[in-house]
């Protein structure tokens, strides 16, 4: 990918806001409406600046957090804000989803991956508990029981 002017995205950035804020002028969205696109945009942003620059990995983190809170921002003004009485483990599992990504991308160092997989892993536990489904979490703690004695069973060279 040939090198990118430093002044391309912060001024294609300014033009983007700008049309943003002028819709409400000209269409019956309200600004207050639009608040999340400050959360969104530079979480976008932050992926744009990885995918140019991929030994950068660090940027997956602020890259996911923002953009997954952008997301559900929006989605909590279209539909209620009472949703986040269950749709908060989001907010646990976007950076557990980051360290994935930056374990996946980034090197492979298990200081990230296992607090990758611990935040994702709860806050899906979480998000299925605050749902219809709150059956569901035990029997997926039993499975990953269950999975964890048979691979420790199968690294046991005594085991039959």
């Known amino acids: 990918m040939p090198p990118i002017n430093k002044s391309v995205v912060p001024g294609i950035t300014l033009i983007v806001l700008g049309i943003i804020f002028l819709l409400p002028n000209f269409t019956s969205l309200e600004a207050r409406d639009l608040w999340p696109i ?3 945009g530079p979480g976008i942003l932050f992926y744009i600046m990885f995918f140019q620059d991929r030994t950068n990995y660090g940027l997956l983190m602020p890259a996911t957090v923002l ?3 952008g997301l559900l921002f929006f989605y909590c003004l279209s539909e209620g804000w009472h949703m986040m009485r269950t749709l908060w483990p989001i907010m646990m599992i976007a950076p557990g989803v980051a360290f994935v990504l930056m374990y996946i991308w980034g090197k492979k160092e ?7 997989i611990v935040l994702t892993l709860l ?3 979480f998000l299925i508990a605050a749902t219809d489904y709150d059956y569901l979490w035990p029997v997926a703690l039993i499975v990953l029981g269950i999975v964890l004695l048979f691979g420790a069973r199968r690294k046991n060279p005594d085991s039959p």
Do not use: E, F
């Not at 298990?110 to 990758?116: D, H, I, K, M, Q």
């Open 38 to 40: 400050l959360i969104l």
């Open 67 to 69: 953009t997954a809170s």
């Open 123 to 125: 806050g899906g536990l």
């Open 110 to 116: 298990n200081a990230l991956l296992v607090p990758g």
